[in-house]
C-alpha cells in the first residue's frame, strides 16, 4: 500500500515556481500561526497591563516626591503641626492645580499664621493653670529665711536662706 499525499490548494511560490504543500503540513502552519496570533493578543493585553500599571506608580511616586517636598519647606518654614500643614497645601495643590512649593508654602504661612511659628516671640514656656504665681511671695520667703539665718547664727539655716535664694533668683 502506498500512502498517497494530498495536496493542498495552497500554492508556495518560489520565484517564478508554483508548488503545491500536503494538507497536513498546511494544517500545521495553520495552527501554527493561529497560536502565535493568539499568544500576540495575550501579550499585547499583558503589554498595556504593565503600562497602566507603570503609569499608576509614576503618579504615585511622583505625589509621594511632591509630598516629600511640601513636608520639607514646611519643616523649613517652622511648621508647628507640619501634618495639618501638608494636608492643607495639598488641598490647595489641587484646587489650583500646578503650582510651585515655595509659592504654596509662602502663601499658605501668610493665610494660616497659626500653623507657624512665629520667630519674634521667644520660645519660652508659660505657666500651667495649676501653677502659682510666685513673683509677690518670692521676696517675703528670701526676707524670712535671712531674718531666720541672721537671728539664728545657724550654718544650717544660712544654708537653706542661700539655696532659696539660688531657687528664686
Same mark, same amino acid.
Given at each position: 500500500?502506498?500512502?498517497? =499525499?494530498?495536496?493542498? #490548494?495552497?500554492?508556495?511560490?518560489?520565484?517564478?515556481?508554483?508548488? %503545491? $504543500?500536503? +494538507?497536513?503540513?498546511?494544517?500545521?502552519? @495553520?495552527?501554527?500561526?493561529?497560536?502565535?496570533?493568539?499568544?500576540?493578543? *495575550?501579550?499585547? #493585553? &499583558?503589554?498595556?497591563?504593565?503600562?497602566?500599571?507603570?503609569?499608576?506608580?509614576?503618579?504615585?511616586? !511622583?505625589?509621594?516626591?511632591? =509630598?516629600?517636598?511640601?513636608?520639607?519647606? %514646611?519643616?523649613?518654614?517652622?511648621?508647628?503641626?507640619? *501634618?495639618?500643614?501638608? &494636608? %492643607?497645601?495639598?488641598? @490647595?495643590?489641587?484646587?489650583?492645580?500646578?503650582?510651585?512649593?515655595? /509659592?504654596?508654602? *509662602?502663601? %499658605?504661612?501668610?493665610?494660616?499664621?497659626? &500653623?507657624?511659628? !512665629?520667630?519674634? #516671640?521667644? +520660645?519660652?514656656?508659660? @505657666?500651667?493653670?495649676?501653677?502659682? /504665681?510666685?513673683?509677690?511671695?518670692?521676696?517675703? $520667703?528670701?526676707?524670712?529665711?535671712?531674718?531666720?539665718?541672721?537671728?539664728?547664727?545657724?550654718?544650717?539655716?544660712?544654708? =537653706?536662706?542661700?539655696?532659696?535664694?539660688?531657687?528664686?533668683?
Amino acid at each position: 500500500m502506498q500512502t498517497q =499525499e494530498i495536496m493542498s #490548494e495552497d500554492k508556495v511560490t518560489d520565484g517564478d515556481e508554483s508548488r %503545491l $504543500v500536503p +494538507v497536513t503540513e498546511s494544517i500545521r502552519y @495553520r495552527k501554527r500561526a493561529q497560536n502565535a496570533e493568539k499568544k500576540v493578543e *495575550e501579550l499585547t #493585553e &499583558l503589554l498595556s497591563q504593565s503600562q497602566k500599571q507603570a503609569s499608576n506608580l509614576n503618579g504615585q511616586l !511622583n505625589d509621594i516626591r511632591t =509630598e516629600q517636598k511640601l513636608t520639607q519647606k %514646611l519643616i523649613a518654614a517652622g511648621a508647628v503641626d507640619v *501634618e495639618s500643614a501638608v &494636608l %492643607l497645601a495639598k488641598a @490647595r495643590m489641587q484646587e489650583q492645580g500646578d503650582t510651585d512649593v515655595n /509659592d504654596l508654602v *509662602e502663601q %499658605l504661612k501668610q493665610d494660616k499664621e497659626y &500653623l507657624f511659628k !512665629n520667630s519674634r #516671640e521667644n +520660645v519660652t514656656s508659660t @505657666r500651667t493653670s495649676g501653677a502659682k /504665681d510666685r513673683t509677690n511671695d518670692v521676696y517675703a $520667703v528670701l526676707a524670712s529665711a535671712a531674718r531666720k539665718a541672721a537671728n539664728s547664727g545657724s550654718r544650717r539655716d544660712l544654708h =537653706e536662706y542661700l539655696k532659696a535664694r539660688r531657687n528664686y533668683l
